[in-house]
């Protein structure tokens, strides 16, 4: 009966694998059997480095939404991963007892909260902020970095924590018993024993930035052109698409697709460069 029960499961969770494996690769054959041609069409050089996105005039280049893209996550990561990072080794080795657990609440429910609740906070108190103190129309790569960067944080956060507490605590007795201060052992010996999984969830952090939306569509202007500030605005190639993809048709459709072809390959691309590192890391 025992056997059975252990066959059953092995081929239930083998199930599960197997249609997690077929959904990944029915929807890269989906988006390269649809992307590919359009590409092709209009020119893989004037598609990846054309600056003008006109689809009344049969213009699509996409090269301002990728560096508006490379832009608005790079600003995220500036402003989330050494708040999210620090914030890790506070909870971690410095926060007292009684407001830990209601910062852990707290980041609980930052994770939960929808994007459009933080794109609406950044459109009523972020663009105003930033307008009045940078001058503009507050719509910017600056906003949109700024609001990506609190949006990454519970991400960042969770995931350091875990692997800060995961390393051995003879690690930080070990540098307390050589003479190291508190915060000397902590930050000399546990955070590089914990830089694997502090990697792990800064490669999560660029795929939550990379591939945010909504949030970013509210604040970030819209503006398909290469931003020559960052009070400049600013499209991503997420927002791109979601713009035009309800009245699209024919060859726009089809370049809208190929966006997301070269979105896919961009968010592949950074997780094996973040991999490689890891891996000469460990």
Known sequence: MKSIKETTMKFLFFLTACISIAAVILICIFLFASGIPAIKEIGIFNFLLGTTWKPANNLYGIFPM????LYVTAGALLIGVPIGILTAVFM???CPKPIYKP??????LMAGIPSVVYGF?????????VRELFGGRGMSVLTA???LGLMILPTIISISETSIKAVPKSYYEGGIALGASHERSVFFTVLPAAKSG?????VLGIGRAVGET???MMVAGNQAIIPKSITSGVRTLTTNIVLEMGYSTDLHREALIGTAVVLFVFILMI???LSLVKRKVK
């Open 198 to 202: 502090i990697f792990s969830s800064v």
């Open 214 to 216: 909504m949030a970013v």
């Open 121 to 129: 906070f950044g459109l009523v108190v972020l663009v105003p902020f």
């Open 103 to 108: 910062m852990k609440s707290a980041i609980h």
């Open 66 to 69: 990728i560096i508006g893209s």
């Open 145 to 147: 970095s700024v609001l």
């Open 92 to 94: 971690a080795y410095f």
């Open 271 to 273: 997780n094996l460069s």
